[in-house]
Structure formats: C-alpha cells, structure tokens
C-alpha cells in the first residue's frame, strides 16, 4: 500500500473519511484481522501504532507492505511496561484491541498462556487507558464464543449469559467481565466510550493459522490432497473479514461521537446465513477448482459447540451495520486472495483493491 498514510484516493466513505488524521492504537496489528484493520486505516489516512509480537511467516503484515504504512511496535501484551511506553508515546484517540491467542485447540494444549493472554493482556491495555487522558473510543475484540451454548437453532444475543465452554472461548468470557468492569469502575468517568464486539468466525486472504478451517482448505489444494474436516457438520457464522473490521470502525466512530453508544455488539451474517463447515468447504472447493474435493476424517478431537448462531439485530438497529458479501463472495474473495498471492502479483494493490471493492458495494 505504498511507503507512508494512504488518503482515500478519491473514495467516498463516510465511516474511513472519519479517521483522517485520527490518532490510533492497534494491538495484535501482525496478525490476520489486525493486519486487513491497519491496512483500512492506512487507507483513511489514519496516524496507526501497532503493538504486536512478531509476525510469523508468512503473514499479511508482510506480503501486504504494512509495515510501511504505519508505526509498528513489537512486543508483548502480558508485558504491561512495553506496552504502556508504546501506548503514552502514542497518545491515542481510538484505540482496537484484537491482541490474543485466538485457537481453540491451542488453549486446550496451553490454557495457562491463553488466559494470560486474553485476559491479563485485556487488563493492561484497558489500564493503559485508564492512565491516558486522550482516548476517546476503545473496542475490545472478543468472539461469538463467549456465550453460554445450548446450540440453540436461534442466535445469541448481547444479553444471553457468558459462560465460553474452552479455555480460549471462557478466556474471552472473563475479557468481556473485565472489559464491563473497567467501563463502569474507571472509564466511563473519563470520558472514554468502551465497546465489546463479538464477531463470529472470519476468513479472508492472508490468514495462515493452524487449525482454522480456511487455511487447512489453502494448504490442501497447494499439496493437492484433499481437504480433511475433523467436524463437517458443526454451524457457525462465517463471515468475511472486512465484514466485522468494517463494524469496528463503524462501532468506534459512532460511540466517540456518543458515548452512550457504548456496550457489546455481536457482528456476523445473518443467521440464515450461518453455514456447516462442511458446506463451507464445498464452497471452497467450487472457488478453487482442480478438482478438490474435502473428506471426513472421523477424528473429533476436543470439545467444539456442534450450533453456534449470532443474533445481530442490535448492531442492525442501532448503527445501521448490515454486512455486504454472502458466504459465497467471501469464499471467492478469499480464494482470488490466495491465488493472487501464490501468482507472485502485487499484493499491497490487491489488497487495497479488495477493501476499495468491498467499502463501494462493487
């Protein structure tokens, strides 16, 4: 996306017109949704500092040119010195937070880091508001896991009990707690509007995580074998990417305008549009071509919801968030991503294209 703030060449946008300018924090900007986030603020001519780990390689971060667009710090959320250095010399207005451990098969192995991360990590960057006297918006990134689930056929909605089942899905749960408790105690005072959004579950270009649905499908079709589901069958609100970023920003413009806006949000396709992974995975399939196909392998592993739906009926009547692509166009869009990539094309303009594509309506 070139060296240096990208304006918006242009485009029409009052959601991104509103961060020209803007002072922003962003934590986990390395990672998958991190990285698509800095690159819509990079293109609004946001002033973005990102505090992070390393990215892996590959990543986003990376083969999107990212770096160059935005101020990046590298550390570590669990360490509350590094961070706050970061976040003074920064000064914020808004500030995203989406640093985490974010697999569930990972908490499972290591639930201790899990919720050092998710949860004491969520505790530094909140008290790294509570010492600033300039942020104005703060939206704490968790997941549509956080709900008790009775894998109910309706969608969850903001007021349902928390109760995540898994170490990554409760560490989340306890975020939300801490995230209420901080608003009330300390940041509503201050004049800071505080949100939850819990998203559901993302795909999109450059996400090369282990055990996540997308990234399994890439990894088989570069191999040439097929796809190997563990549970075909079980129902979640896959969404593309730019859909929750783009509720993000929208949730953080709006409650800097109004604090009372603050609150939790859930952000996901409609609940008729939630699909089996299996289904998912034919569609993947049908994108990419070249005959693959996906396979059961009867291996279920640990615990995993079989139902999980998303009520988005707030989100939709107070802000006026409605998303853009069904399943199918996220499925392509991810597969033209990944082709692009693997082509050896120029992937900062590609990216910037998709998000200039998806922000138009074209």
């Not at 975020?175 to 819990?198: I, N, P």
Request: proline letters at 5%; a neutral charge.
């Amino acid at each position: 996306m070139g060296k240096g703030r990208r304006p918006l060449a242009g485009m029409v946008n009052a959601m991104l017109d509103f961060y020209n300018n803007k002072r922003v924090f962003v934590t986990g900007h390395t990672g998958f949704k991190g990285g698509w986030l800095c690159g819509m603020l990079a293109m609004a001519g946001a002033e973005v500092t990102g505090f992070a780990l390393p990215p892996a390689s590959p990543s986003l971060f990376e083969i999107a040119g990212l770096k160059d667009t935005m101020r990046s710090v590298l550390g570590d959320i669990r360490d509350f010195d590094a961070l706050w250095r970061a976040f003074d010399e920064a000064k914020p207005e808004v500030v995203f937070h989406l640093a985490a451990q974010p697999i569930v098969r990972e908490g499972y192995r290591d639930p201790v880091g899990t919720y050092a991360v998710n949860v004491m990590g969520t505790v530094h960057l909140l008290e790294c508001v509570r010492r600033s006297d300039c942020v104005r918006s703060v939206v704490n990134v968790t997941t549509d896991k956080v709900y008790e689930n009775h894998s109910w056929p309706w969608g969850y909605r903001e007021a349902d009990p928390l109760n995540g089942y898994d170490p990554y899905a409760n560490s989340k749960s306890c975020s939300e707690l801490v995230t209420a408790s901080y608003q009330k105690s300390f940041l509503a005072q201050r004049g800071a509007a505080v949100s939850t959004a819990r998203a559901g579950n993302v795909i999109g270009g450059g996400d090369f995580a282990a055990d996540r649905i997308i990234p399994d499908c890439v990894r088989a079709a570069q191999a040439k074998q097929a796809i190997r589901l563990r549970n075909p069958h079980s129902v979640r609100p896959y969404q593309h990417v730019l859909e929750p970023l783009s509720a993000y920003l929208l949730i953080a413009r709006r409650q800097y305008e109004d604090a009372a806006l603050s609150g939790s949000y859930n952000v996901g396709p409609e609940v008729d549009g939630c699909l089996a992974t299996g289904q998912l995975a034919g569609l993947f399939c049908q994108a990419w071509g070249e005959g693959l196909r996906w396979e059961h392998t009867g291996q279920e592993g640990p615990h995993e919801d079989a139902v999980l739906r998303l009520d988005c009926s707030k989100i939709r009547a107070v802000l006026g968030w409605r998303p853009k692509w069904d399943a199918a166009r996220a499925v392509a869009e991810t597969v033209g991503w990944t082709k692009a990539w693997l082509s050896g094309q120029d992937m900062s303009a590609f990216t910037l294209g998709q998000i200039q594509a998806y922000l138009t309506g074209k």
